[in-house]
């Protein structure tokens, strides 16, 4: 039985002891489109305490979302009880009460296609013309995007999300109301995710949108780089498509250390070309990386296997390759001499001989 025929049975033995119960969202949604399902959500007209007294596997939540979590037959479901928004907190976080209805608890979620139902027997309650939506490939807002972009600026993230994610254009009256810059008031955690997220999309419209309104005028790097992206049509790293452009990464932005050392990494074989110097000491384990991003970036297109071939080819690979009696060195002075020798190896200066290197520490020809 997959996770949906859980799903339904869940909602059957709700009913049976008296209680509406649905699926809702994105599982509903996910399922016209023939779209792998993965988290359901159910929404009922049950509290978490007498849903606690049917199922024996209940995790409580907190009585401020209505909600709680159930494991049934090996898999999890977030259960919330009908509820209604009041009021908004900080453009992001409602303050909710509970509700009597299911077209009560529908009209407060953000897109037609998110307000979908299925019950017990498979049924889809459509209150607002969702799958209509969805055949023409449309995101549209349920009430006046305005208002609701203003109550939750996340819902701006989401619409650019679902329009890569889908292909789904956004309707006129969402495009419209990108000139308030709700997404000013999002902390920039969320801008990052976002953009991570849109990166790893098979579409970019979201990124088209971005683009042609500066949606994210307010985050200029993340604008920039967002704008790159879809110009370059690169995707796969986009903070080093930056660096490779700017030579840089801003030091007040949050990428971790690791995404940081990837995007220089990879940003610097491109930089420098594939030289020999950057095949040398550069992390071979980007390679394949580099060359995709270096022909995004330009119109004379490198071969993987060619650049492969050219490191291979490469006079030394270690210093352990260079051709000296090290004895003659002091230790204090090997780091120096050894990166002076790989230098003038590496760019032709001197063959890697004996004798040449020899004359090289003498004479610095």
Request: some cysteine.
């Amino acid at each position: 039985m997959d996770k949906l025929q859980i799903g339904l049975e869940i909602l059957k033995i709700l009913n049976s002891h008296f209680y509406e119960a649905y699926l809702v969202g994105g599982a509903v949604r996910d399922f016209i489109l023939k779209r792998p399902i993965s988290d359901i959500d159910i929404t009922t007209n049950a509290k978490p305490s007498a849903i606690a007294q049917i199922f024996e596997d209940v995790h409580f939540k907190g009585d401020t979302y209505l909600s709680c979590r159930i494991v049934y037959l090996g898999s999890t479901f977030e259960v919330t009880s009908f509820r209604r928004d009041i009021s908004y907190e900080d453009h992001r976080h409602p303050i909710v009460e509970e509700a009597s209805t299911l077209q009560e608890d529908l009209i407060r979620r953000d897109f037609t296609m998110n307000a979908l139902a299925m019950n017990a027997k498979g049924e889809i309650i459509d209150l607002f013309h969702g799958r209509e939506d969805m055949e023409n490939k449309v995101i549209r807002m349920i009430g006046n995007p305005m208002l609701r972009f203003k109550e939750d600026a996340l819902r701006v993230v989401r619409a650019l999300q679902f329009s890569s994610r889908l292909n789904f254009t956004l309707d006129k009256a969402i495009i419209h109301s990108f000139s308030q810059n709700d997404v000013q008031f999002l902390k920039e955690n969320y801008i990052k995710e976002m953009l991570d997220s849109l990166m790893a999309a098979p579409f970019d419209l979201g990124l088209s949108y971005i683009k042609e309104y500066q949606i994210l005028s307010s985050f200029p790097f993340y604008q920039v780089v967002c704008e790159e992206a879809y110009r370059y049509h690169y995707r796969k790293n986009a903070y080093a498509l930056f660096e490779a452009i700017h030579h840089f990464l801003p030091v007040n932005i949050l990428l971790s250390k690791k995404e940081r050392a990837l995007a220089r990494d990879i940003s610097y074989f491109v930089r420098k070309k594939f030289d020999a110097i950057s095949l040398y000491y550069g992390n071979e384990t980007c390679l394949e990386s580099a060359v995709e991003l270096y022909n995004a970036l330009y119109k004379e297109k490198v071969q993987l296997e060619e650049i492969q071939r050219k490191k291979a080819e490469l006079p030394i690979h270690t210093p352990k390759d260079i051709c000296i009696d090290w004895s003659w060195i002091s230790s204090s002075q090997r780091g120096i001499t050894t990166k002076k020798l790989e230098n003038a190896i590496l760019c032709g200066q001197i063959k890697n001989e004996f004798k040449s290197i020899k004359n090289f520490l003498e004479t610095g020809e």
